[in-house]
T-cell receptor, first 109, second 113 residues
Framework: QKEVEQDPGPLSVPEGAIVSLNCTYS??????FMWYRQYSRKGPELLMY????GNKEDGRFTAQVDKSSKYISLFIRDSQPSDSATYLC?????????FGAGTQVVVTP | NAGVTQTPKFRVLKTGQSMTLLCAQD?????MYWYRQDPGMGLRLIHY???????AKGEVPDGYNVSRLKKQNFLLGLESAAPSQTSVYFC????????????FGQGTRLTVV
């Protein structure tokens, strides 16, 4: 069983909607949590990261971590067609960077 | 500044053949990683390295070997390729491993027939 679990989707939303993405993890040692975005046939790129529990906001993106329930979330407000990509959650424990399966998001005009 | 460069970008192998994938980074990063990406499975860690001369097993190490003889290079070897190793392989690197952005290469698409 993977230490970071994520629903692969796909998730299709209309332009302007809020996109809600979630992951769960099993290793209590995880401290750093990240979201990567991957466009088709490209390598992943870091979108956001958070440390321990709490929220972090960056423009239209908000990342949340709840360590008590081992739950990681990413919200995208006012979604745009350019947000269509695969979003991967990841966690870092002492140099071992591990990823979820990735959720494919399609934002339709 | 090239970042992380993977060679080759595409390769077709016959079952039983061997090959080496090369990852090179020019950012002086300590940590380097090899992942494979398969539909529905996401990125799975094969091997990683926390510095020159070191390697460690990840989630799916069987059938692969790695070497980190130089800080800037991380090699992934397949000694006897199998169809189950058909995948997209990504190399990544970061400065410390903790709380630092990992930079990825563009990927190597490997097909084993």
């Amino acid at each position: 069983q993977k230490e970071v679990e994520q629903d692969p989707g796909p998730l299709s939303v209309p332009e302007g909607a809020i996109v809600s993405l979630n992951c769960t993890y099993s290793n209590s040692a995880f401290q750093y949590f990240m979201w990567y975005r991957q466009y088709s046939r490209k390598g992943p790129e870091l979108l956001m990261y958070t440390y321990s529990s709490g929220n972090k906001e960056d423009g239209r993106f908000t990342a949340q971590v709840d360590k008590s329930s081992k739950y990681i979330s990413l919200f995208i407000r006012d979604s745009q067609p350019s947000d269509s990509a695969t979003y991967l959650c990841a966690s870092d424990s002492w140099g071992k960077l591990q990823f979820g399966a990735g959720t494919q998001v399609v934002v339709t005009p | 500044n090239a970042g992380v460069t993977q060679t080759p970008k595409f390769r077709v192998l016959k079952t039983g053949q061997s090959m080496t994938l090369l990852c090179a980074q020019d950012m002086n990063h300590e940590y380097m990683y090899w992942y494979r990406q398969d539909p529905g499975m996401g990125l799975r860690l094969i091997h990683y390295s926390v510095g020159e001369g070191t390697t460690a097993k990840g989630e799916v190490p069987d059938g692969y070997n790695v070497s980190r003889l130089k800080k800037q290079n991380f090699l992934l070897g397949l000694e006897s390729a199998a169809p189950s190793q058909t995948s997209v392989y990504f190399c990544a690197s970061n400065l410390q491993g903790l709380n630092t952005e990992a930079f990825f290469g563009q990927g190597t698409r490997l097909t084993v027939v």
